[in-house]
T-cell receptor, first 115, second 114 residues
């Protein structure tokens, strides 16, 4: 099973709302990633978790708050977002063993619209 | 410096004709390269990857890519396009180290005409 699931599929929120995106995988992967993808652009890395610890934060604004409660689950908490944060948010996972050329498996994404 | 360049932002082919999507890379190290496909409103799916085992890499759905070190290229090909191949294709370089970061090309949108 090489599936990464993400919920919800779509999310509309106001600038004062608090919401969360959820990502789950059951492949035994120990590295998990959040990407942001704007229309007609490649994905941009936001965060990397390795063995449930945050290893990379690509200078993402604090209105995005990641959380990795266990090895299978990754959340992205959203608060006071701006309209320019509207995008497709992709989750990915990989073995996390530091093996070169590790394959990252992507979820279907959550399409977020901030009004 | 590590970088990936996809030479065409749009490619249009007729169904049943060959597909060629071009990718050039720059890497200080022996590169690891991937091709991912993204159908509209979907996540990314791995098509194939090069990990220095063989220069001609076969992937899913009849796609293959050839690693050419002398040309620093990793072009994606398919002998006969199908309507379902219409999608965005990303050439990706593995940045590596302890971070497992990927460097994405800007993408090539493949249109398949009936």
């Amino acid at each position: 099973d090489t599936e990464v699931t993400q919920t919800p599929k779509h999310l509309v929120m106001g600038m004062t709302n608090k919401k969360s995106l959820k990502c789950e995988q059951h492949m035994g992967h120990r590295a998990m990633y959040w990407y942001k993808q704007k229309a007609k652009k490649p994905p941009e890395l936001m965060f990397v978790y390795s063995y449930e610890k945050l290893s990379i934060n690509e200078s993402v604004p604090s209105r995005f708050s990641p959380e990795c409660p266990n090895s299978s689950l990754l959340n992205l908490h959203l608060h006071a977002l701006q309209p320019e944060d509207s995008a497709l948010y992709l989750c990915a996972s990989s073995l996390g063993q530091g093996i070169p050329q590790e394959t990252q498996y992507f979820g279907p994404g959550t399409r977020l619209l901030v009004l | 410096a590590q970088s990936v360049t996809q030479l065409d932002s749009h490619v249009s082919v007729s169904e049943g004709t060959p597909v060629l999507l071009r990718c050039n890379y720059s890497s200080s190290y022996s590169p690891s390269l991937f091709w991912y496909v993204q159908h509209p409103n979907k996540g990314l799916q791995l098509l194939l990857k090069y990990t220095s085992a063989a220069t001609l890499v076969k992937g899913i759905n009849g796609f293959e890519a050839e690693f050419k070190k002398s040309e620093t290229s990793f072009h994606l090909t398919k002998p006969s396009a199908h309507m379902s191949d219409a999608a965005e294709y990303f050439c990706v370089l593995f940045y590596g180290g302890a971070t497992n970061k990927l460097i994405f090309g800007t993408g090539t949108l493949l249109a398949v005409q009936p």
